[in-house]
């Protein structure tokens, strides 16, 4: 590469830059996002990650000196030096995110004679590097990252490496595996004076070495593809969040019935069983909204069936569950069975709607079904069929779809590379896509529903990218019934969240092995606080029903399934936080309290908003928690005993008892238990306060199901408590159901203040 700079020019928002061969630029986004752009003789591709409303507006100067070009915004400084170094700083001065200036050491180099001998022991010897780009930046002032999206593992993801590439591989997820279902290439550096973010908007096979391979540096790789990513400034991390979804977007409000509890089993074979799953809910008093219909209610798989035997009269079916507040979520893969007469394999033929091998054939491979083929979701006319196919569903009354095996997954071998799809308009392979394939899926889903059901869409997906908050939910995919996979579902889960993937969940319990009393009885206490909130579990293993583990176990998951519920509003607020500015719902410690050391690394504890935090047990046998609380007063959510923060205790933990605190201050509103959301009325605005300085909550009404809201269908309210003088005021009014009362309870004197 040519060392010095040949020449730059402004260009509106873009700082157009020439090092000999090389062209690249930068622009500017906001006054804290910039944009680095590098030509590497790749085509320009299009991710579908970012937001069509995202402009280029932030205002900047721009001054040359001695070959180096700074680009100063009122929030940032960029500094572009010779080898096309990209630097940048605080508006002070100091450096925040370096370029590395020294070369790259790859470590563990093997001699030919070690390779001879893991090879003779069935390891792989592979030292092969195909990285068509590396950036390779400074190392020495970071702390923690943190996000990177669906990976196995610790919170803060230092000195780790990560690989972006849709996997679904069924084996136990320890924390080395490099990847799983979704790839998201985010991540967040926290320094000690402060943060920012990087995203890189690569649909190609990536490599997000964290500092594994030196303690100088960390680097990001691509296979193919432009060097194209994207600097986010913040003073803390929930400006980064907010930049990131600012760029690739933010989810709209849920239905309410999703943020209550969902039960799920491979498989609930019969309407018989599912109405027998319903009957028993209800008789055991556990709250529940949602059953979900694994893939065993098709006719032989087939995708938008159902089989005419074991749910006969599905329709009517359906509808006698939604007498009794369930709602049915059906599962669909992305592998059409290739069947002649069956209409979606038939009309998917007639308008070449399949990916297909380069010599123009229709691509094949195994699947559920048998043989079959798969939709080219990155063509938009393939969307809207697909889409139009869950008319049907619709008016069956299904609810919601979970999106399965869309990595995509498939029983005969990966997809090759070379496997013909299309972006848009322009024809590309299975290397641009295979990243991208559950994304579109899912927008396809996502507008399907949105114009046959009218309603907010209910989509699940397993596999995903960047940006896909905008059309689904997630789930982790297929862990296990193990202490370990417990452990590991908070981090996950947390930097999934900060990734921009708020409505985020595990299967409760573990999906594969088999979970024992006690382990059922710990992940329901981490669950009823998950945004998503599953059960779900493998044929050939332990059913995991809430009446399977005994009396002790049943009671547990009632009392924190019935917690979740009267939790409703609590995290319906969270949501409408979250469709403003990005900050998720679960969040680690460090989002609120960045100066503690003591929480860079917390795995095991999480907050639910700003005012709740949780630290659940989830080794085995242990009946004591080691609880770490930050600064400010934190009472216990059971005993309403005080504590000042700062400092660790031990708790006292029984198998009933999942640590829980709330924030000294807090206004927290509930509902009341009910079997399923819509099953009372709501009309008294119930709130419980903890004790401490003047408390102000915002809350947010609207009918929890349409996009009214959009059109100023709503209520929000500001409600502000003392301890003796209570106000509340509107925010917004638009919305013609109110509610007559408004009542705060002191938690810790019961006294009751009415409004």
């Not at 020294?102 to 390891?123: F, V």
């Not at 889960?493 to 059922?520: H, K, Q, R, Y």
């Not at 995991?544 to 005994?550: A, M, V």
């Not at 990005?582 to 460090?590: A, K, M, Q, S």
Request: proline share 4%.
């Amino acid at each position: 590469m040519e060392k010095n700079l040949l020449k730059y020019m402004i260009q509106e928002q873009k700082v157009l830059l020439e090092y000999g061969n090389v062209k690249g630029y930068l622009e500017i986004i906001t006054d804290e996002i910039a944009r680095v752009y590098i030509e590497t003789g790749s085509e320009i591709i299009q991710t579908g990650a970012l937001c069509d409303d995202v402009f280029p507006s932030g205002s900047f100067e721009v001054k040359e000196q001695d070959g180096v070009i700074c680009i100063s915004t009122p929030k940032m400084i960029i500094k572009v030096r010779d080898e096309l170094k990209i630097d940048f700083y605080d508006t002070d001065g100091n450096i925040v995110c370096k370029d590395f200036d020294g070369k790259r050491t790859q470590k563990n180099r093997l001699s030919e004679l070690d390779k001879a001998l893991l090879e003779q022991e069935g390891h792989s010897a592979s030292e092969e590097e195909e990285y068509h780009y590396t950036v390779i930046k400074d190392l020495q002032n970071i702390k923690a990252f943190y996000g990177l999206g669906d990976k196995t593992g610790y919170l803060n993801k230092k000195g780790y490496m990560y690989e972006m590439w849709n996997t679904d591989n069924p084996d136990p997820q320890l924390e080395n595996f490099k990847a799983l279902y979704k790839s998201i290439p985010f991540l967040i550096a926290l320094t000690d004076t402060s943060c920012y973010g990087l995203y890189f908007d690569t649909s190609y096979h990536s490599y997000f070495d964290m500092g594994s391979e030196s303690d100088e540096y960390y680097y990001i790789a691509a296979e193919a593809g432009n060097i194209d990513y994207y600097y986010i400034a913040g003073e803390n991390i929930s400006d980064v969040i907010t930049g990131y979804t600012y760029l690739t977007g933010r989810m709209t409000l849920p239905q309410l019935f999703a943020l209550g509890y969902h039960q799920s089993r491979w498989s609930y074979a019969s309407k018989n069983e599912v109405r027998e799953i319903a009957d028993n809910m209800r008789k055991n008093r556990i709250p529940c909204d949602v059953i979900h219909f694994d893939i065993d209610y098709m006719e032989n798989y087939k995708v938008f069936t159902f089989d005419d035997k074991r749910f006969e009269n599905a329709d009517e079916f359906i509808r006698d569950l939604a007498k009794d507040g369930f709602k049915v979520v059906t599962i669909i893969d992305p592998g059409v069975k290739k069947e002649e007469g069956y209409y979606v394999y038939e009309e998917g033929i007639k308008n070449g709607y399949f990916v297909k091998n380069p010599d123009g054939t229709v691509y094949e491979n195994e699947v559920w079904p048998g043989e079959s083929v798969f939709p080219d979701f990155g063509n938009e006319d393939v969307r809207k069929w697909w889409g139009g196919l869950h008319e049907k569903l619709v008016n069956k009354g299904v609810r919601g779809i979970w999106n399965d095996m869309n990595e995509p997954a498939s029983f005969k071998g990966p997809l090759p590379d070379n496997i013909v799809f299309r972006n848009g308009d322009r024809k590309t392979s299975h290397k641009e896509m295979h990243n991208l394939y559950g994304h579109y899926m899912a927008k396809a889903t996502y507008e399907g529903m949105k114009k046959y059901d009218k309603r907010r869409p209910f989509v699940i997906t397993r596999a995903c990218f960047a940006g896909s908050q905008k059309y689904t939910t997630a789930w982790t995919g297929d862990n296990h019934s193990l202490w370990v996979h417990l452990q590991m579902a908070i981090p996950q889960l947390l930097n999934l969240s900060m990734s921009g993937m708020a409505f985020v969940g595990t299967d409760i319990g573990g999906f594969g092995s088999d979970a024992t009393a006690e382990l059922m009885a710990r992940w329901i206490q981490v669950g009823c606080f998950s945004p998503l909130f599953r059960n779900h579990s493998a044929m050939g293993t332990k059913y995991q029903e809430p009446w399977r583990f005994g009396k002790e176990v049943l009671d547990i998951y009632r009392k924190y399934v019935e917690l979740r519920y009267t939790l409703i509003p609590y995290f319906y607020d969270l949501f409408h936080e979250c469709e403003k500015t990005g900050i998720p719902v679960l969040r680690p410690l460090i989002l609120h309290y960045s100066n503690d050391k003591e929480v860079v690394n917390m795995n095991d504890e999480f907050m639910v908003g700003e005012n709740i935090l949780v630290s659940p047990v989830v080794n085995q046998g242990q009946t004591k928690k080691l609880v770490y609380l930050p600064e400010g007063k934190w009472y216990d959510y059971f005993t309403k005993e005080l504590y000042e923060g700062g400092q660790y205790i031990i708790k006292d933990s029984p198998l009933d008892t999942c640590p829980i605190f709330v924030k000294a201050g807090s206004l927290i509103p509930k509902y009341p238990v009910m079997q399923y959301i819509g099953e009372k009325v709501i009309d008294t605005l119930e709130l419980d306060y903890y004790p401490g300085e003047k408390a102000e909550y915002i809350h947010y009404l609207d009918d929890g199901e349409s996009f009214d809201y959009l059109e100023g269908k709503y209520n929000c309210y500001r409600i502000s408590y003392d301890g003796e003088n209570a106000v509340k005021e509107y925010i917004h009014k638009g919305f013609e159901r109110d509610y007559k009362d408004c009542i705060i309870k002191n938690t810790c004197t019961g006294v009751v203040k009415t409004l």
